[in-house]
């Protein structure tokens, strides 16, 4: 990402906000994205969000979320992406502004429509960077899609994971419910005929206090 400066500053520029971004240009443009928000011209809200971003700064919270859930909403691939990269960015860079509402929004737009890679990578994204939601906003969304799309194997590794850090940092609101434990019983024994992983899973519900059923 380039970085320019102005090659003839202003004699007396005036505050900046991050790499050379006025305060009177980054409201300028917080305002450019609520009217766009509200008026739904999309591309002139993403790009005003963008010409933010580059300049390493953000919009508030709420016009934030405003815009990852109006992506969201629109049904077409090309705005979800828009969301799918605006969350991964802000998990990454400024994870205090996303509303777990916002990161559902945009895991149920995906289930919808059925994009089994971007929920299974937005998965990750968070873990990888700590931004731990509550399995129950999220899971039941990873074990549709995972089912739907065959994508077993790395629906069992998110499984392992949320349950390892839920035991070893005792974090009770990432445990994964009978649900998700069934689906990884079920994979276990009808896709990858593996008895040591099903002995596994097994283990961890007893460590988590979760009595199996029969399914």
């Known amino acids: 990402r380039s970085n320019k400066e102005p090659l003839n500053p202003l004699p ?19 305002s450019t994205l609520e009217s766009s928000l509200i008026s739904q011209n999309i591309d002139e809200a993403w790009k005003s969000f963008k010409t ?18 109006h992506l969201s ?4 691939t090309h705005n979800l992406k828009r969301a799918f990269a605006t969350v991964v ?13 916002s990161v559902t929004t945009v895991l149920n737009s995906m289930k919808n ?9 937005l998965v990750k994204c968070m873990f990888k960077n ?3 939601l509550p399995f129950k906003l999220w899971g039941g969304v990873l074990v ?25 940092e005792k974090l009770d609101f990432l445990k994964p419910d009978l649900i998700a434990c069934n689906a990884a019983l079920e994979g276990c024994c009808c896709e990858i005929e ?18 199996p059923d029969e399914f």
Do not use: W
Not at 12 to 30: N, R, V
Not at 52 to 69: C, E, H, M, Q, R
Not at 73 to 76: E, F, I, M, Q, T
Not at 194 to 211: C, P
């Open 89 to 101: 960015y802000l998990i990454e860079k400024n994870p205090e502004l996303l509303e777990y509402e």
């Open 52 to 69: 933010l971003t580059n300049s390493s700064s953000f919009p508030s919270k709420s016009l934030t979320n405003s815009l990852i859930n």
């Open 12 to 30: 007396k520029p005036q505050e900046s906000t991050s790499k050379g971004l006025s305060q009177d240009h980054k409201t300028t443009l917080e």
């Open 113 to 121: 429509g059925n994009t089994a890679a971007p929920v299974i990578a």
């Open 130 to 132: 700590r931004f731990f």
């Open 73 to 76: 909403s629109l049904n077409d």
């Open 144 to 168: 549709h899609i995972s089912r739907k799309s065959g994508s077993f194997i790395a629906y069992l590794s998110i499984f392992n994971e949320t349950c390892r850090i839920a035991i070893d």
């Open 194 to 211: 593996s008895v040591t992983e099903a002995d596994r899973v097994v283990e961890m519900m007893s460590v988590l206090g979760i009595r």
